[in-house]
C-alpha cells in the first residue's frame, strides 16, 4: 500500500483509508462484530487511515473504533473524525465551547486524550470564512485537546477559502468519475498550500461499483433510499448528486472504460485507483460493510498507473453525460 504525508498534519498514511459512516448508520445495519471485522480487515490490508464522524450512528462508529484500537497497542492508524452537526447548523453554533464539548465526547468514544484530526463536519460557508471559528480550532491545538484540523466541505468555494487559512492541515472533497471539479479547482491550490486532501464518496455511494442494476432496492435506512433528493442533507452525498437512472448509464461506460485499461481488475478496483492516482490526494476513503470489500477496496493502492487514455475517457464520459444536465451549478 503507497503511503502519503496527510498534508500540515505531517502523518503518513495510506493512499486508500476507511471510511466509517457506514459501521455508525444510514447504510443499513452493520452488527458490532461486523463493524470490528471490516476494521481489521482493512490493517490488515494495509490501510492505516480512518475517517469517522461523532453523528455516525451518534458515536457508535467511533466506540467501535476506539474499542478496536485498544486491543491494537502500538498501532500507527491515524484517526480524523468530525465535528459540527450535533447542533442547528447555524454560525452562532461554532463556538469554542460547544467545540470542547463535542471534542469530549468524541476523546472519550475514542479513548484518547488529543484526537489525530478533526473536521468541521460539512458547515455553511459563513463558517467556512469566520476567523472567529479558525481562532477556536487554534485554541483547542494549542490545549492539546487536537493535534491538527481540517475541514470536510462540498463545494469547492469553501474548499478554496479553507485552504487559504495557515493552519487548516486538510480538505476532504467529494472526488470520483462522476464529479470532477475539485481536480480543476481545488486539487493543485492544495498541493501548492502543503494542505493534504481527503477523498471521500470515491465510488458514487456504490454506483462506480459495478453492481447495481435498475433492479436494485435498498434499505428503508439506507440514504440511498430517502436522500436521494437532497431533503435530508446535501444530495451530492447521495450517488454524488448523480440521478439513478443517468447515473447506471454512466456506470455502465465506466465499466467498460475500466475493463479496457485494467483488464479482469474488478471496477470498484479501477474506480478507488483513479481517484488515488490523481496528483494531491493523500488519501481515498471508502467505505466497506463487509471484510471482503475491505481487501479489494485496499488493492486499489497499489494498481499500476491507469494511463493516459483511461484518464481522458472518464473526462470525455463526464463532459458527455454528467456535466451540463447533472450539474448544472458547476
Same mark, same amino acid.
Given at each position: 500500500?503507497?503511503? *502519503? #504525508?496527510?498534508?500540515? #498534519?505531517? *502523518?503518513?498514511?495510506?493512499?486508500?483509508?476507511?471510511? %466509517?459512516?457506514?459501521?455508525?448508520?444510514?447504510?443499513?445495519? &452493520?452488527?458490532?462484530?461486523?463493524?470490528?471485522? =471490516?476494521?481489521?480487515?482493512?490493517?490488515?490490508?494495509?490501510? #492505516?487511515?480512518?475517517?469517522?464522524?461523532? /453523528?455516525?450512528?451518534?458515536?457508535?462508529?467511533?466506540? &467501535?473504533?476506539?474499542?478496536?484500537?485498544?486491543?491494537?497497542?502500538?498501532?500507527?492508524?491515524? $484517526?480524523?473524525?468530525?465535528?459540527?452537526? @450535533?447542533?442547528?447548523?447555524?454560525?452562532?453554533?461554532? /463556538?469554542?465551547?460547544?467545540? @470542547?464539548?463535542?471534542?469530549? @465526547?468524541?476523546?472519550?468514544?475514542?479513548?484518547?486524550?488529543?484526537?489525530?484530526? /478533526?473536521?468541521?463536519?460539512?458547515?455553511?460557508?459563513?463558517?467556512?470564512?469566520?476567523?472567529?471559528? +479558525?481562532? !477556536?480550532?487554534?485554541?483547542? /491545538?494549542?490545549?492539546? =485537546?487536537?493535534?491538527?484540523?481540517?475541514?470536510?466541505?462540498? %463545494?469547492?468555494?469553501?474548499?478554496?477559502?479553507?485552504?487559504?487559512?495557515?493552519?487548516? !492541515? #486538510?480538505?476532504?472533497?467529494?472526488?470520483?468519475?462522476?464529479?470532477?471539479?475539485?481536480?480543476?479547482?481545488?486539487?493543485?491550490?492544495?498541493?501548492?498550500?502543503?494542505?493534504?486532501?481527503?477523498? *471521500?464518496?470515491?465510488?458514487?455511494?456504490?454506483?462506480?461499483?459495478?453492481?447495481?442494476?435498475?433492479?436494485?432496492?435498498?434499505?428503508?435506512?439506507?440514504? @440511498?433510499? +430517502?436522500?436521494?433528493?437532497?431533503?435530508?442533507?446535501?444530495?451530492?452525498?447521495?450517488?454524488?448528486?448523480?440521478?439513478?437512472? %443517468?447515473?447506471?448509464?454512466?456506470?455502465?461506460?465506466?465499466?467498460?472504460?475500466?475493463?479496457?485499461?485494467?483488464?479482469?481488475?474488478? $471496477?470498484?478496483?479501477?474506480?478507488?485507483?483513479?481517484?488515488?492516482?490523481?496528483?494531491? =490526494?493523500?488519501?481515498?476513503?471508502?467505505?466497506?460493510?463487509?471484510?471482503?470489500?475491505?481487501?479489494?477496496?485496499?488493492?486499489?493502492?497499489?494498481?499500476?498507473?491507469?494511463?493516459?487514455?483511461?484518464?481522458?475517457?472518464?473526462?470525455?464520459?463526464?463532459?458527455?453525460?454528467?456535466?451540463?444536465?447533472?450539474?448544472? *451549478?458547476?
Amino acid at each position: 500500500m503507497e503511503q *502519503r #504525508t496527510l498534508g500540515r #498534519t505531517g *502523518r503518513t498514511v495510506s493512499v486508500i483509508g476507511l471510511g %466509517t459512516w457506514q459501521l455508525g448508520a444510514d447504510w443499513g445495519d &452493520v452488527s458490532v462484530e461486523d463493524a470490528t471485522a =471490516v476494521l481489521a480487515a482493512s490493517v490488515d490490508a494495509g490501510v #492505516t487511515f480512518f475517517d469517522t464522524a461523532d /453523528v455516525y450512528g451518534d458515536g457508535r462508529s467511533e466506540s &467501535v473504533i476506539g474499542a478496536f484500537l485498544r486491543e491494537r497497542p502500538g498501532h500507527d492508524i491515524t $484517526v480524523a473524525t468530525k465535528m459540527g452537526r @450535533r447542533a442547528e447548523q447555524l454560525r452562532e453554533n461554532y /463556538v469554542l465551547a460547544n467545540f @470542547r464539548e463535542w471534542t469530549d @465526547r468524541s476523546r472519550k468514544n475514542l479513548g484518547v486524550d488529543t484526537l489525530d484530526l /478533526v473536521q468541521l463536519h460539512c458547515p455553511p460557508s459563513d463558517v467556512v470564512t469566520s476567523d472567529e471559528v +479558525y481562532d !477556536a480550532l487554534d485554541t483547542l /491545538v494549542a490545549d492539546g =485537546v487536537m493535534a491538527a484540523y481540517g475541514l470536510s466541505v462540498e %463545494t469547492s468555494e469553501q474548499a478554496l477559502a479553507a485552504i487559504a487559512r495557515p493552519h487548516v !492541515a #486538510t480538505i476532504q472533497i467529494i472526488l470520483n468519475a462522476f464529479r470532477l471539479k475539485p481536480l480543476d479547482a481545488v486539487l493543485g491550490a492544495a498541493a501548492d498550500a502543503g494542505v493534504g486532501i481527503i477523498a *471521500r464518496v470515491p465510488l458514487a455511494s456504490g454506483l462506480l461499483s459495478g453492481k447495481y442494476t435498475a433492479a436494485t432496492r435498498f434499505a428503508a435506512d439506507d440514504h @440511498r433510499s +430517502y436522500n436521494r433528493d437532497g431533503s435530508h442533507f446535501d444530495v451530492g452525498e447521495t450517488f454524488s448528486g448523480v440521478d439513478w437512472e %443517468t447515473g447506471l448509464a454512466a456506470a455502465a461506460e465506466f465499466a467498460a472504460l475500466a475493463e479496457t485499461a485494467a483488464p479482469g481488475v474488478p $471496477v470498484a478496483e479501477v474506480a478507488l485507483a483513479w481517484v488515488a492516482q490523481q496528483p494531491g =490526494v493523500s488519501s481515498v476513503i471508502p467505505g466497506a460493510r463487509s471484510p471482503q470489500q475491505a481487501v479489494a477496496n485496499a488493492a486499489a493502492g497499489s494498481l499500476p498507473p491507469l494511463g493516459d487514455e483511461f484518464f481522458s475517457g472518464v473526462r470525455a464520459l463526464y463532459d458527455a453525460r454528467l456535466r451540463a444536465d447533472i450539474h448544472p *451549478r458547476w
